[in-house]
């Protein structure tokens, strides 16, 4: 976890089992994307050194999203989100999610004041690379950013 962030101290907790896995995907009433189950079996959650959960605990991963995904909460606010699976932040209001809908490897920032939507990273280590953009070290790596904008209409991305 240290080179996610840049050699900075990351906090890793104990990790989730199957079962919690499997009740947060009924409860979802989906599956948790590849990637980020796999992350979630090795920690429950990251915290980077000032104590931001960059990477959430399944249980908040779960709960933050049925609200997301209510509509009524957010519905006269912001596009639909019933495209995107949130799974962390960035200590200022601004969300990681993975697009389940249709389901690919690409990460994006919501921006909670805006309302875009910004693609971070791609692939099948794509929540490591958002998680490195954070920190600013994706530069680093000669990784460029792209841009892609959610329709409007529905809130789904090309």
Request: hydrophobic share 40%; aromatic share 10%; with cysteine.
């Amino acid at each position: 976890m240290r080179e996610i962030f840049g050699g900075a101290s990351a906090e890793c907790r104990a990790p989730v089992d199957a079962a919690a896995l499997r009740e947060a995907e009924r409860r979802l009433g989906r599956a948790v994307p590849a990637q980020l189950g796999a992350l979630l079996r090795e920690t429950d959650g990251v915290a980077d050194a000032y104590g931001t959960d960059v990477v959430w605990p399944l249980a908040h991963i779960v709960e933050q999203n049925l609200l997301f995904w209510s509509g009524e909460t957010f519905a006269g606010l912001y596009m639909p989100f019933d495209s995107l699976l949130f799974f962390g932040d960035n200590g200022g209001g601004d969300q990681f999610a993975l697009v389940v809908a249709p389901e690919r490897d690409d990460v994006f920032v919501w921006d909670h004041e805006t309302d875009s939507r910004m693609w971070v990273a791609g692939g099948s280590t794509s929540i490591c690379g958002a998680l490195s953009h954070r920190t600013g070290t994706r530069a680093a790596t000669g990784g460029g950013i792209r841009y892609a904008v959610a329709d409007p209409r529905t809130g789904y991305f090309p």
